[in-house]
């Protein structure tokens, strides 16, 4: 490359030199002409004066700013235990209820009955049941004394059993009533706020119908997606914070999962934090998420007057006294700086503005 540049300044040389004995033999303008044309053109070919700049060393922990969403900790979906029509309900979307609240009452007035009618039949049933007793306690006085033969003693025992077997089943029936009547209440099975209602009065519920969405616990998920080149960066990652839609309020989120697997299509992961929920968060709302890296890195920076952008990130430096191009892979940028995440290594220098110049160019290094 030097004895490529040594024949090209040679060259020019030569035709300096003839533009100036040639010049000896014109009129002045033209002679003043061809000087000028000489030493622009001399000038042209002559190395360009370049600057060099190692790049700034940064410690920092590096992070990220995601947009991510509010999720209930947990869903519940809330459905009859028992078929009947919905007399009533009691809560609206958004209400936060207690555990074994009250949440929608289904045909009390048919279970209230069949509740009454299976407390009278164990009534009945115990009445029977001591009156069998009576007898067969009368027929065994009987039977002590050879009054009465013991066939007719069976008979008593036998009666007496009966009754108390219709008593027990009355009573497994009356508990199964009191369990309906109970049951036609349907109850918070935890503590949360309602999401969605999916039911009116006057509507039939059948067994297992979901009738409202319940979320649990006074805590919200935080969801987030994060691109896969960060996948490594969070290992040991503990908490994240997060704002929630255009307040300034930062809250903290545990981390809660890492999904193990990088969707194909979006080349990103999810991670999942919980928080307790002040009452400004509702599922559905969006989070702006900050990750930050728990282990400080090194990081890259060069003014960005020293990379070339407006093709392929570059920069420029210099080899053998010529420019020649290396690609790099540049990140984040603030006023006056550029970050380097691949292409150049620590203490490597490159040009300090790449304006007007291209691979090639002879230079020279100064300062």
Not at 129 to 138: I, P, V
Not at 223 to 232: F, L, Q, T
Not at 238 to 245: A, D, M
């Given at each position: 490359?030097?004895?490529?540049r040594?024949?090209?300044?040679?060259?020019?040389?030569m035709?300096?030199?003839?533009?100036?004995?040639?010049?000896?033999?014109?009129?002045?303008?033209?002679?003043?002409?061809?000087?000028?044309?000489?030493?622009?053109?001399?000038?042209?070919?002559?190395?360009?004066?370049?600057?060099?700049?190692?790049?700034?060393?940064?410690?920092?922990?590096?992070?990220?700013?995601?947009?991510?969403?509010?999720?209930?900790?947990?869903?519940?979906?809330?459905?009859?235990?028992?078929?009947?029509?919905v007399?009533?309900?009691?809560?609206?979307?958004?209400?936060r209820?207690?555990?074994?609240a009250?949440?929608i009452?289904v045909?009390?007035?048919t279970?209230?009955?069949?509740?009454?009618?299976?407390?009278?039949?164990?009534?009945?049933?115990?009445?029977?049941?001591?009156?069998?007793?009576?007898?067969?306690?009368?027929?065994?006085?009987?039977?002590?004394?050879?009054?009465?033969?013991?066939?007719?003693?069976?008979?008593?025992?036998?009666?007496?059993?009966?009754?108390?077997?219709?008593?027990?089943?009355?009573?497994?029936?009356?508990?199964?009533?009191?369990?309906?009547?109970?049951?036609?209440?349907?109850?918070a099975?935890?503590?949360?706020?309602?999401?969605?209602?999916?039911?009116?009065?006057?509507?039939?519920?059948?067994?297992?119908?979901?009738?409202?969405?319940?979320?649990?616990?006074?805590?919200?998920?935080i969801?987030?997606?994060?691109?896969?080149?960060?996948?490594?960066r969070?290992?040991?990652l503990?908490?994240?914070?997060?704002?929630?839609?255009n307040?300034?309020?930062?809250?903290?989120a545990?981390?809660?999962?890492?999904?193990?697997v990088?969707r194909?299509a979006?080349r990103?992961?999810?991670?999942?934090?919980?928080?307790?929920?002040?009452?400004?968060?509702?599922?559905?709302?969006f989070?702006?998420?900050?990750?930050?890296?728990?282990?400080?890195?090194?990081?890259?920076?060069?003014?960005?007057?020293?990379?070339?952008?407006?093709d392929?990130?570059?920069?420029?430096?210099?080899?053998?006294?010529?420019?020649?191009y290396?690609?790099?892979?540049?990140?984040?940028?603030?006023?006056?700086?550029?970050?380097?995440?691949?292409?150049?290594?620590?203490?490597?220098q490159?040009?300090?503005?790449?304006?007007?110049?291209?691979?090639?160019?002879?230079?020279?290094i100064?300062?």
């Open positions: 490359m030097k004895s490529e040594l024949r090209q300044f040679s060259l020019v040389t035709i300096a030199l003839s533009l100036v004995v040639g010049a000896c033999h014109q009129p002045d303008e033209e002679t003043d002409g061809i000087k000028n044309a000489a030493e622009a053109l001399e000038k042209a070919l002559a190395p360009r004066e370049v600057e060099l700049v190692t790049p700034e060393i940064r410690s920092e922990q590096p992070s990220i700013q995601l947009v991510g969403e509010i999720r209930a900790s947990d869903i519940v979906l809330v459905s009859a235990e028992i078929g009947g029509k007399d009533r309900v009691l809560v609206e979307v958004g209400d209820v207690a555990k074994d009250p949440l009452e045909d009390r007035e279970f209230a009955i069949y509740l009454a009618q299976s407390e009278a039949n164990r009534d009945a049933a115990r009445a029977d049941l001591a009156l069998a007793e009576k007898d067969l306690e009368r027929k065994q006085d009987l039977r002590s004394d050879e009054t009465i033969p013991q066939a007719t003693l069976d008979q008593a025992q036998a009666g007496f059993d009966l009754a108390k077997a219709r008593l027990a089943a009355s009573e497994a029936s009356m508990r199964l009533a009191q369990r309906n009547f109970d049951r036609s209440v349907i109850r099975p935890a503590a949360g706020a309602i999401t969605e209602r999916m039911v009116v009065a006057g509507q039939w519920a059948d067994v297992g119908e979901g009738l409202l969405e319940l979320a649990l616990g006074g805590n919200v998920k969801a987030a997606r994060v691109p896969e080149s960060w996948v490594g969070f290992v040991d503990e908490t994240f914070s997060f704002t929630v839609g307040g300034s309020k930062n809250h903290t545990k981390i809660y999962s890492l999904q193990p990088v194909e979006s990103s992961f999810e991670i999942v934090g919980t928080a307790p929920n002040d009452g400004t968060m509702r599922p559905g709302m989070a702006n998420v900050t990750l930050t890296s728990p282990e400080a890195t090194a990081t890259l920076w060069l003014p960005a007057s020293a990379v070339a952008t407006s392929l990130p570059q920069v420029l430096m210099v080899v053998d006294d010529e420019i020649v290396r690609k790099v892979q540049i990140g984040r940028r603030d006023s006056w700086t550029i970050e380097i995440v691949s292409g150049l290594d620590t203490g490597e490159v040009i300090l503005n790449t304006s007007g110049l291209a691979r090639g160019l002879p230079v020279k100064i300062g």
